[in-house]
Structures are given as C-alpha cells and as structure tokens.
C-alpha cells in the first residue's frame, strides 16, 4: 500500500469513528434542566433516566397540566421493585404524596415542575408537570356612576385565584367584599376612582371608575 493509498485509508477510518459517536448525557426533554440536575446531584444513589439508564421503569402519565394553586395531579409508578419512593425537582412549585406506587402532586403555584419516583434500586422516572395561567383582566358592567350610590359589578378573568381587590379612594367608592372572583363597587363621591384585583402569583390588573 503506497503513501497515498493509506493517507486515504486512514481518513476513511477516522471519519467513520466520528459518526459513531452520539451525544453525551443528552436531555430527553422531561423538564427543567438545571433543577433536575441539581436533583441527581444531590441525590446521587439515583440513576437519571435522562442518560438511558431507566431500569424499564416509568411513570404514567408521563405529563399533566396543572393550571391552578393546590391543582391535583395523580401518577403511577410502573416497574420496578418496591418500595417505591417520590419526589419532586422543585419543592417550592408543588408536593407530592405518596402511596405505594400512586403519587399525587399538589401545586403551591402555577408553573412548570417535574416528578421523579424510583424504586428500591434507585431505577428512576421523571414525569413533567406544565402549568400557564393566562393574563388578569378585569371588566366592569359600568365603568362610569354618575350619582352617589350607584353601584357596578367588577369581574376578574384570566390569572390565578384566589384574587384580592382593593380600591384606591375609600372616600370616593368602596367594595363589598376583597376576595373572590367579583366584587360590587359602590359611589360615594364625586371624583374618578380606581378598582385593582391582584390574583395568587402577584399580577394586577386595574380599572378606572369614572364619577363626574
């Protein structure tokens, strides 16, 4: 074989090693990055399903949607030898209760999060909890009172109850009530006036009352 001949050969062979090799340690996509990595350092006894070594465990569903404060999601743990134990990547977001091979997670907020059970050999699953919440608004059915007295239902949409409202010149108008998803407001004075409602994870919405 000529210099030539093996310069290619040798080409041809590096080439062919490099498309063997895959991705290492990639994500499969089954939630937060950086929280579930912070929970198989933490809890290195764990295999992380994320890098191929599942055990032939898994958890169904292996996704829900949770769009409200203290939402339920329940989830079975399949595989695997018993006792089963389960988690959750950010213990701020939501809990999880455990019985047997049933967890239920329980929101604290709306927002995304992941579950992971493992049984006894540390073979372990991760299911994704999604939770969006869309916009607060906030409508009247009169956005102008004209005398002392006179009163308009307040409604809010969108957000996550439960809500508080507050207005911004008790001299001028009031509310019936601070919570809920409606509230009545009633003139007292002349002088706009302004109503807000801010739901459980801080967003506000507010309207004006006009009061010629």
Not at 32 to 45: A, G, I, K, M, T
Request: charged share 15%; hydrophobic share 35%; glycine share 12%.
């Amino acid at each position: 074989m000529n210099a030539n001949t093996l310069g290619k050969w040798m080409f041809a062979m590096g080439m062919a090693a490099l498309a063997g090799v895959g991705p290492i340690g990639c994500d499969s996509g089954t939630g937060d990055d950086s929280e579930l990595d912070n929970y198989f350092v933490n809890h290195p006894y764990v295999s992380d399903p994320r890098d191929g070594a599942s055990g032939g465990v898994s958890i169904t569903p292996n996704s829900a949607v949770v769009n409200t404060v203290n939402g339920l999601a329940v989830f079975t743990f399949n595989g695997g030898t018993a006792p089963y134990t389960w988690d959750v990547a950010d213990s701020s977001k939501g809990t999880i209760s455990e019985s047997g091979a049933q967890g239920v997670y329980t929101a604290k907020v709306v927002g995304n999060n992941d579950v992971i059970a493992y049984d006894r050999e540390g073979h372990a699953a991760i299911a994704k909890i999604t939770g969006s919440s869309s916009d607060l608004a906030i409508s009247a059915s009169l956005s102008s009172l004209a005398t002392n007295g006179s009163m308009a239902i307040i409604k809010a949409t969108g957000g996550v109850a439960p809500y508080i409202w507050s207005v911004s010149n008790p001299l001028k108008g009031e509310l019936d009530t601070t919570t809920g998803s409606s509230v009545v407001y009633s003139r007292k004075l002349p002088g706009d006036n302004s109503v807000t409602v801010k739901d459980n994870i801080g967003m506000t919405a507010k309207m004006v009352i006009s009061q010629p």
